[in-house]
């Protein structure tokens, strides 16, 4: 016979959350009524004062044309999806390659848009740890749309919003066809300091932010011999500098108003593992 007060079941987080009881799991998100590990925003108690700066990256749909992978899960961040969709070889590279005093969490696009609301939860709990922080949003594809959402979600400061190719899914979801997705555009409100748009050159001109006060600083760009399915590889080793170069307090319009383009080389489209390539309409 056990000791008496034994638990034969303890939630291995009960003490990360020591104000949970082990029997009011669901009380750390009410509405939602899901226990902690399904809930995908990243948890204040997750940064650092040390970190100043946060990237939040938007990812391709996961699944291609087959889905983005969630479906009517909720299960939205890029390492918590199945590992045969863990297969991006571009933006996904930049975790744990920015240095320790840069926080990135990635997200999946969602059709639902529901990665929008978790990127509001995390960027509002990176600002309660660093309120004076930089916080840094990039996304490309469905996941571009994800970004621009959230930025426009939220009253905490956007130090920058970079999308590449930001597009919506018109079917509501599921497979899709060439004809089921369109550009994403947004005018980003005021708290979104400084607005990148990228656009490769066989997708629909002008997705992405703009703006929508004169004190925002922005540049649209189209991303010359790329299609919406490299773009993101293409892009991808020129964000490392670009993020650090903010964080370090240079502003990235500028920065990236004075790189050298002519060394600008189309990469393929890297899938890990033996993944064929995906994406919304041909590719991710």
Do not use: C
């Not at 744990?96 to 709990?125: C, F, K, P, Q, R």
């Not at 500098?241 to 319009?253: F, K, M």
């Not at 189309?266 to 309409?281: A, F, H, I, L, S």
């Amino acid at each position: 016979m056990p000791d008496v007060g034994r638990f034969f079941n303890v939630d291995p987080l009960s003490e990360k959350y020591a104000y949970q009881s082990h029997y009011n799991f669901s009380e750390n998100k009410v509405t939602s009524h899901r226990e902690l590990e399904g809930l995908e925003a990243v948890p204040a108690d997750n940064f650092n004062k040390n970190q100043s700066t946060l990237v939040v990256l938007g990812l391709g749909r996961a699944d291609g044309r087959n889905g983005d992978g969630v479906g009517s899960g909720t299960n939205t961040l890029y390492s918590n999806l199945p590992k045969n969709l863990q297969t991006d070889g571009a933006l996904s590279s930049l975790q744990n390659n920015l240095g320790s005093n840069i926080a990135v969490a990635a997200y999946t696009g969602t059709d639902s848009g529901l990665a929008s609301t978790h990127m509001v939860e995390t960027n509002s709990n990176y600002r309660s740890v660093n309120p004076d922080g930089n916080v840094v949003m990039i996304g490309h594809s469905l996941g571009g749309r994800d970004v621009l959402n959230a930025a426009n979600s939220t009253s905490e400061t956007i130090n920058l919003v970079l999308t590449m190719d930001p597009m919506t899914v018109n079917a509501g979801g599921g497979s899709i066809g060439f004809g089921d997705y369109s550009s994403a555009t947004t005018k980003l409100n005021i708290n979104t300091q400084n607005i990148i748009s990228l656009s490769s050159t066989d997708s629909y001109a002008n997705g992405g932010g703009s703006r929508s006060n004169n004190s925002q600083q922005s540049v649209k760009s189209t991303m010359t011999g790329t299609s919406h399915v490299n773009i993101d590889d293409s892009v991808t080793p020129y964000l490392k500098p670009l993020i650090q170069r903010t964080d370090q307090g240079v502003n990235p319009v500028k920065w990236f108003q004075n790189v050298n383009w002519n060394n600008f080389e189309v990469q393929p489209n890297v899938r890990t593992g033996d993944q064929q390539k995906k994406g919304t309409g041909s590719g991710s």
